[in-house]
């Protein structure tokens, strides 16, 4: 018996992984542009919080900003020594891109410290309020994206990033019961049934090798985590002339 | 068949340790049509709640100040907890469980002829959060307090300071489980629209696809594109309640109107989100049991696109009198009333795909037809508060009450019932009693009528909306039986819903045994076993034609699955 | 539906009720054709031994007639309702004239109260003239209110009057009626504002010029002493 589904003709194009990220990325924009958009609102209804805004400092938050660029370029590089298989060197972009975030909290903690001592807290005002929550919602996802970067990281120390044998796939050992065979469909032959969808699932639990990487690569992740992670640094650019540079 | 049962475990193939322990079959399952039957339970059980909610309300209502049996005198405190509990439960906690979740969950891989949803563990995951945001709610009647009581649109200032309401547990809570909801429909969305995307059958086009699952999608599109701001916004909510600031409070240089725009530039699309899959359904069964072709595919499909497009821009309606500056009203007084056109036209070709079929009004097309008998007085009514002018007059009374009691019933109840009914056999492999399902239909759709149709004329008398005590109010004297009627109505129509309980249950566990395709319709759902095995389909369906050719002029046969191949194909490869 | 609306008794409620009546007749047509041709076709086409559906897909024009047909209808009867509705909207909410009459309404959980200008006709002087829960006004003269509110949203809703307006913290918001009716009128608080949001009733007295005058020169006197 065999156990498959075909996708359809046109669905090959794009992964489900990265349709998966951009609809994530999707919803985040929304989130991020109804709090940005909530904020220009007021914002031009209050031409005097200008006058907070004063307080930041915009050679901080630059220096922060160039952080940020950073380290969507060493994502890049990370991503561009997928393709050369360059285990060694996606691992060290990888982590420069996880410290340089690091550095970026730590900047804006350093910031956020300064506001404290000077007695500026969220409730101070409602300039105040908006800068908190804004950059605060944003410092989550930066979280959320080094923790992703760093776990790729050590899947790449452990060598994880590709399969044992490349090629074979990984339906291989270990049959799961008699009369079925299960036809992993990434390596289905079939022309018409391109970019096999459900792998997921079908691999998720299959005896063989400890392999947590359904049928495809968890090199590939490291694309998708590389959009979210220029997605955040998107939103950065976004919130700092906003902030900082409307005094 | 309990042949079918067994067969179900030998196919799922991945399970190579013969039988799954209970838990990853019933509890942590990632298998789409389990994850359905979760949703549904919990949106079924939520349904309980918000019933007991509305049965204490008409209870107070009609006998103001008297013991409620079962509870005690409904104070005002208690009222407005109640309304707002029951606002937020029956929208959120039964609306979107049964008909986005569970639905979309059931319906869309079945439909396209996927294995499953293409991130599994993400629709686990999905399912898991909700459960969380339910037991946040659940939570927030037992704090010190109470829940909220703040209106299920929770406007502040009074949403946003403790000082308003004395209630501070019960509003974070509540806005924290919004969030967790928010949260797990957000990663449902994705997985809809992946799956959808990704995993269709071969040869199933956009032009193929069903137009339960198009329909599906479309409540998730609305879904995913209004919410965003609402999360925005829920944020600057809490803060305001927990951390002191002032977004939403004048006093502090905030902007209450702020909240209403962002709460309602979701809450339209939202009225779609539960809106539309009750229409799916209700357009999956019209044909099967007309045995008619759905009129006007094509039409429909642009129809719901164009109205989800005008969806986003026409939230304002519902703030004509906000003290926003009125200008603005004729803009979106024109959007409001251009989003009637698409409607229209879904609502006229599901008419005439009731012309000149041969229609059996079993229990599926019953609630189908009753769905459409009652939405369209939704929305006509609607059409009073859609313009600005006779908005002033009928804003925040029960003219607004039983408009969207209009709506949101028919499309949750009506809809929800008519999808139970129709893929009850699919779902748990056995037939549904007829006879039980029509009394219900009937109990149901009589006294949900007698039930709200009165409250459009205690409305336009002036009654206003979320009153704990009618009594106070001179005007409502006249309509002391009515409220009394309208409350005996709603508590048979409460009762009656028993009949369901006992028709579900009994057929899950003793009822015929369900063949594959019992209704002899077309769509991919119903080539796979009933109920469906781990992987739905033995072989990889392929689909050679649209979901709705029913009773083609030169077939013997009145209708044609869209897998099955081409007659000259057939005998080509025999 | 209609049947109930309170009395009429302010210029403009009388071209509210005309537009809820011309909805109402609209509506109800579409209302009782739809839904008979629901009942007639279920009774017509219901099935029948050896009669077999029509096959139809409503993909061409030439199926799709009728349905056009009526949506043109349906579109061109929105947008009478709207323009008519347009009229009386800007009337009641937009072109505000000036006011023989200038109240102050000052909303707070859990009553009401007016402030009336006094003699020199300024508001925060020490002549205002403060009136709690009962507004006292002239008949046949133009009202002008100004509607705050000391804590959350509440709505000022005068059902005869046919005027609703919500009041929002923290701003001043217009509003204007003039009324044709003497007697005493309901005043409600539409928006849910609290625990006391039930009992957040006033009333509306409309009075002949000289009894609103005679009030008012009592009303002052009492509150000088
Ligand atoms: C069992 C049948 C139902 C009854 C008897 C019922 C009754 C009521 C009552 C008495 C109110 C309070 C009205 C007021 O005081 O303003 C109310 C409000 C409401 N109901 Fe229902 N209802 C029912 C079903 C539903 C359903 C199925 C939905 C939606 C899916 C729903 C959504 C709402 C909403 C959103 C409100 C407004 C809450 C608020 O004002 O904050 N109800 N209902
Ligand atoms: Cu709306
Ligand atoms: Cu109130």
């Known amino acids: 018996m065999i156990v498959q589904t075909a996708a359809v003709e046109n669905s090959g194009e794009i992964s489900t992984g990265k349709l998966g990220i951009w609809w994530l990325i999707g919803s985040e924009i929304m989130i991020f542009g109804g709090a940005i958009g909530s904020f220009i609102l007021l914002r031009l209804a209050h031409p005097d919080w200008a006058d907070n805004a004063g307080h930041l400092s915009v050679p901080i938050g630059s220096l922060n900003t160039l952080v940020l660029l950073t380290s969507s370029y060493t994502m890049v590089k990370a991503f561009e020594n997928v393709k050369k298989r360059d285990r060694k060197k996606i691992c060290r972009f990888l982590l420069a891109t996880a410290l340089m975030g690091l550095v970026f909290l730590g900047i804006k903690s350093f910031e956020y410290h300064g506001k404290f001592s000077h007695g500026i807290y969220p409730n101070t005002n409602l300039f105040w309020a908006f800068y908190f929550t804004l950059t605060g919602l944003h410092a989550l996802h930066v979280i959320a994206g080094i923790t992703a970067i760093l776990i790729l990281w050590t899947f790449g120390l452990r060598d994880r990033l590709w399969p044992p044998a490349p090629g074979t796939g990984t339906a291989s050992p270990g049959s799961p019961g008699p009369g079925i065979d299960i036809i992993d469909i990434s390596n289905f032959s079939d022309p018409s049934i391109r970019g096999g969808i459900i792998r997921p699932n079908v691999n998720m639990s299959i005896p063989g090798p400890r392999w947590s990487g359904g049928g495809r690569p968890i090199a590939d992740r490291i694309e998708l985590v590389g959009l979210y992670w220029h997605f955040v640094d998107v939103v950065w650019i976004f919130l700092f002339p906003l902030l900082y540079l409307t005094a | ?574 | 539906m209609l049947k109930n609306l309170p009395q009429s008794v302010s210029t403009f409620s009388g071209d509210i009720d005309g537009i809820l009546y011309f909805i109402y007749a609209i509506v109800g047509f579409f209302f009782v054709a739809t839904e008979g041709y629901i009942v007639y076709s279920l009774v017509r086409y219901r099935r029948k031994d050896g009669v077999k559906a029509r096959y139809e897909t409503g993909e061409t024009w030439r199926e799709m007639r009728w349905i056009i047909g009526i949506v043109i209808v349906v579109t061109v009867l929105d947008f009478v309702i709207d323009s008519k509705g347009a009229g009386v909207w800007a009337k009641v909410k937009e072109n505000f004239p000036e006011g023989d009459v200038r109240i102050k309404v000052v909303a707070q959980q859990f009553s009401w109260t007016f402030v009336y200008p006094g003699a020199d006709g300024q508001f925060d002087t020490r002549d205002d003239l403060t009136v709690p829960r009962v507004l006292h006004v002239p008949i046949h003269s133009k009202i002008r209110l100004i509607l705050t509110s000391k804590d959350v949203i509440h709505s000022f809703f005068l059902p005869e009057v046919r005027l609703k307006q919500d009041i929002l913290p923290g701003r001043q918001i217009n509003a204007w009626f003039e009324a044709t009716r003497t007697g005493t009128f309901n005043l409600f608080c539409s928006e849910l504002c609290g625990l006391g949001h039930t009992k957040m009733l006033g009333s509306l007295e409309v009075q002949e010029p000289a009894d609103y005058e005679r009030w008012l020169a009592e009303t002052t006197k009492e509150q000088l002493e």
């Open chain 2, 1 to 574: 068949m309990e042949g079918n049962r067994h067969q179900a475990r030998g196919n799922s193939a991945h399970h190579s340790h013969g039988d799954e322990k209970f838990i990853w079959k019933y509890v942590f399952s990632t298998d789409h049509k389990m994850i359905a039957k979760q949703y549904l339970f919990t949106g079924l059980f939520m349904a309980l709640v918000g019933a007991f909610t509305a049965y204490l309300m008409r209870w107070q209502l009609a006998y103001p100040n008297t013991a409620a049996p079962g509870w005690g005198v409904v104070t005002a405190d208690k009222f407005n907890m109640l309304v707002t509990m029951h606002g937020t439960i029956m929208v959120f906690f039964v609306g979107m469980p049964v008909l986005v979740a569970a639905l979309s969950n059931f319906v869309i891989p079945l439909q396209i002829g996927a294995r499953d949803m293409v991130f599994p563990r993400l629709n686990m995951l999905s399912y898991w959060v909700f459960v969380a945001s339910v037991v946040c709610l659940l939570a927030s009647f037992f704090v010190p307090a109470g829940a909220s009581a703040c209106g299920w649109t929770g406007y502040p200032p009074l949403s946003a300071s403790q000082e308003y309401t004395g209630i501070f547990w019960g509003v974070v809570l509540w806005i924290l489980a919004l969030a967790l909801e928010f949260a797990s429909f957000t990663m449902g969305g994705i997985n809809y629209l992946a799956t959808f995307m990704c995993a269709r059958a071969k040869g199933l086009t956009y032009s193929r696809v069903p137009l339960a699952t198009w329909f599906l999608v479309g409540a998730s599109l609305a879904f995913f594109f209004s919410v965003g701001p609402l999360i925005a916004g829920a944020i600057m909510l809490l803060l305001d309640n927990v951390a002191g600031t002032g977004f939403y409070l004048p006093q502090k240089g905030g902007e209450p109107l702020l909240w209403q725009h962002l709460f309602w530039f979701f809450g339209h699309p939202e009225v779609y989100v539960v809106f539309l899959p009750g229409l799916a359904a209700v357009l999956e069964i019209i044909p099967v049991f007309s045995r008619k072709p759905i009129f006007g595919y094509r039409t429909m499909v642009w129809s719901m696109a164009v109205a989800l497009a005008l969806s986003y821009v026409v939230w304002a309606h519902h703030m004509f009198i906000s003290g926003m500056d009125p200008r603005l009203a004729m803009p979106f007084s024109i959007t409001t009333i251009l989003i009637s056109v698409p409607f229209a036209i879904i609502i006229f070709c599901m008419l005439a795909s009731l012309r000149g079929g041969s229609i059996r009004l079993a229990t599926p097309m019953l609630w189908a037809v009753g769905f459409l008998v009652t939405f369209l007085i939704g929305g006509l009514t609607g059409i009073f508060l859609g313009s600005a002018a006779s908005n002033i007059y009928f804003h925040g009374t029960y003219f607004v009450v039983a408009h969207f009691h209009y709506t949101f019933f028919p499309a949750v109840f009506f809809g929800g019932f008519a999808a139970i009914h129709f893929w009850f056999p699919k779902m748990f492999g056995r037939m549904y009693s007829e006879r039980l399902g029509k009394i219900h239909f009937w109990l149901t759709f009589v006294f949900f009528n007698c039930t709200f149709w009165p409250i459009f004329q205690i409305g336009s008398g002036g009654m206003i909306r979320r009153i704990a005590d009618p009594s106070q109010y001179r005007i409502l004297d006249q309509f002391k039986t009515l409220n009394v009627f309208v409350t005996i109505s709603a508590f048979i129509l409460i009762a009656g819903q028993i009949v369901f309980v006992i028709n579900f249950f009994w057929s899950i566990f003793r009822g015929p045994a369900a063949e594959a395709n019992p209704f002899r319709a077309n769509t991919l759902e119903w080539s796979a076993a009933s109920p469906p095995p781990h992987g739905n389909f033995t072989a990889a369906p392929v689909v050679y034609r649209g979901p709705y050719e029913y009773s083609l002029p030169d077939r013997a046969e009145d209708f044609v699955p869209q897998n099955e191949p081409p007659l000259a194909q057939a005998e080509g490869t025999a």
